[in-house]
């Protein structure tokens, strides 16, 4: 089987045979394969065990012709790493138990080679890259330094992240220093996925809309930068800068060092790119609860965004954030098709 590489030439801005269309938790609770496994085995079980991440990050790819794989993880594996206890409870979300509330609590992170505290995800990548053999890109992630750091002092996800951002105001030397530790444990964290063959990097900022412009650029873009070069000092992969509710953010975050920037639906998708610039690639970017409309109109809003940027290369399709728990999966079979149907330059073979 010739390898699909039209994920890597879109985030290259080379021409593509049809647009490359992967979806954020592509792997998840829509998926009966999935609920069955988890029935069994608890989220961490599932992460840290790599031949069950190896199988869960497979299971989208055998429902649906995906154009990538993104392998089986989570963001908060990494501060938990770093020291702090965390649980998914079930109905309520991730929570840690001893969050960084004060600047003590940043001394109290324990320095970690990624490699070796994370090595599960670092196995299961190994795991995925051999049975993949070249078919497909995987592609590795990451949690972003501020996204990390609002996990890290709330505790758990939250409206306005108001423990976070008094942190970030109040003492602005120890939110530096706790962003700065983030970046370096990310950057290396990162580069080792690539080492165990990860071709692509995706960092999810999924909360760095609540800030200002000015906020963005004085208190998180140079950790995110750093955390970007450290990833890429060695091996020169692709990555991915996902937000959501970027648009005002957009031209700063077109600085991180990211090739390709992803964006919600809340922006129209060419607007997005005139803000970014045409240099860089865009991934996005449908409403993921179009999914629970009807087939037909699930195929015209993928048209609609994919007419908009007709022509130009480096478009990788995907949903504005991730696949809803609920989605019913032949929805997803739906979109995945349309959107090579209707991109698609040469008659499949
Ligand atoms: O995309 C993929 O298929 C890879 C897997 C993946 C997961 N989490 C597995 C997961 C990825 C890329 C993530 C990233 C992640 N995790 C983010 C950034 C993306 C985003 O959605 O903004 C965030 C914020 C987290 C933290 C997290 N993990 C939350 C808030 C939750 C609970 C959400 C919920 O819907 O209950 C998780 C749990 C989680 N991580 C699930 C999955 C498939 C659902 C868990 C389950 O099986 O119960």
Sequence with gaps: ??????????????????TPVWLMRQAGRYMSEYRRLREKHSILECIKTPELAAEITFQPLK?????????????????????????????????????????????????????????????????????????????????????????????????????????????????????????????????????????ALQLFDSWVGILSPQDYAEYVLPHTQKALALATAKHKVPCIHFGTETATLLPAIATSGANVIGVDWRILLQEAWSLIGPDKAIQGNLDPTVLFAPPEHIRQAAREILDAVKGQTGHIFNLGHGVLPRTPTEHVAVLIDEVHRHTATAPSP
């Design 1 to 18: 089987m010739t390898p699909n590489d039209r994920f890597l030439k879109a985030c290259r801005h080379e021409p593509v045979d049809a």
């Design 63 to 199: 429902a649906f012709d995906l154009d990538a794989a993104i392998i089986f993880a989570d963001i908060l594996t990494l501060p938990e790493a770093m020291g702090l206890q965390l649980e998914f409870i079930g109905g309520e979300g991730p929570v840690f138990h001893n969050p960084i509330r004060h600047t003590d609590d940043i001394d109290r992170l324990h320095d970690i080679d990624p490699a070796e505290a994370l090595g599960f995800t670092i196995d299961a990548i190994k795991l995925v890259t051999r049975e993949l053999n070249g078919r497909l890109p995987l592609i590795g992630f990451s949690g972003a330094p501020f996204t990390l750091a609002c996990y890290a002092i709330e505790g758990s996800g939250s409206r306005h992240f108001a423990l976070a951002k008094s942190f970030m105001y109040q003492q602005p030397d120890a939110w530096h220093r706790l962003l700065d530790r983030l970046a370096t444990t990310i950057g290396h964290y990162l580069a080792a996925q690539t080492a165990a063959g990860a071709v």
